[in-house]
């Protein structure tokens, strides 16, 4: 079945870096954009970007430029989210979910697939 | 770019409808009938409900329909069901240079 596997907790501490990765099964994985989304604690959703399963290429939130790559390795249908300098208003859950490419005269603006999301904690 | 409004939550009892708003501007809602619905139970990841404006995805239920009109596009639930008790927030396509997606402020729904 389809399916986004996310690696595991991670917890950091303020300046560092994190790296989430997020697995694709069950799907073409060059189909579909991998867009991760972010949840602080108690709070709403917020797109943090996308990237492109075939030309790499990506689209970052202005928020988030200078600070989150996302890279993939198509051998392994899996992509990943690094996101340094971290600080305490990173702490939160981060979740990858696909969209799916335009093939023209279609085009899709929705996140069919979500990953269970991954814990990342910011403390000294 | 400011998150859509969305009340923060709304109420109904099993068997009624409840409509929740979700309120943009001409540069997103207003501009794109492109807004999707998600529903999040508590420590679950988002199910997407409704895309493109109205279209379910195979395997949502039809209780669940949307709707847009000017800036603002709504989520209704007919027949409430206590499994329906859950946060949900819209998502509209924005397209800019700085920003493809916006996410709603987020609606928790109780059933009574």
């Known amino acids: 079945q389809v399916q986004l596997v996310q690696s595991g907790t991670e917890v950091k501490k303020p300046g560092a870096s994190v790296k989430v990765s997020c697995k694709a099964s069950?799907?073409?994985?060059?189909?579909?954009?991998m867009n991760w989304v972010r949840q602080a604690p108690g709070q709403g959703l917020e797109w943090m970007g996308r990237?492109?399963?075939?030309?790499?290429?990506?689209h970052y939130a202005q928020k988030f430029q200078g600070r989150v790559t996302m890279t993939r390795d198509t051998s392994i249908n899996t992509g990943y989210m690094d996101l340094s300098r971290l600080t305490s208003d990173d702490t939160g859950v981060y979740y990858c979910?696909?969209?799916?490419?335009?093939?023209?005269?279609?085009?899709?603006?929705?996140?069919?697939?979500w990953g269970k999301g991954t814990t990342v904690t910011v403390s000294s | 770019q400011s998150a859509l409004t969305q009340p923060a939550s709304v109420s109904g009892s099993p068997g009624q409808s409840i409509t929740i708003s979700c309120t943009g501007t001409s540069s997103d809602v207003g501009t794109y009938n492109l807004v999707s619905w998600y529903q999040q139970h508590p420590g679950k990841a988002p199910k997407l409900m409704i895309y493109?404006?109205?279209k379910r995805p195979s395997g949502v239920s039809n209780r669940f329909s949307g709707s847009k009109s000017d800036n603002t596009a709504s989520l209704t639930i007919s027949g409430l069901q206590a499994e329906d008790e859950a946060d949900y927030y819209c998502c509209s396509y924005v397209g800019s240079f700085s920003f493809l997606y916006v996410f709603g402020t987020g609606t928790k729904v109780t059933v009574l």
């Open positions: 990237i492109n399963p075939n030309s790499g290429d990506t």
């Open positions: 979910a696909r969209s799916r490419l335009a093939t023209p005269p279609d085009y899709y603006f929705y996140m069919d697939v």
């Open positions: 069950g799907y073409i994985f060059s189909d579909y954009y």
């Open positions: 493109d404006g109205s």
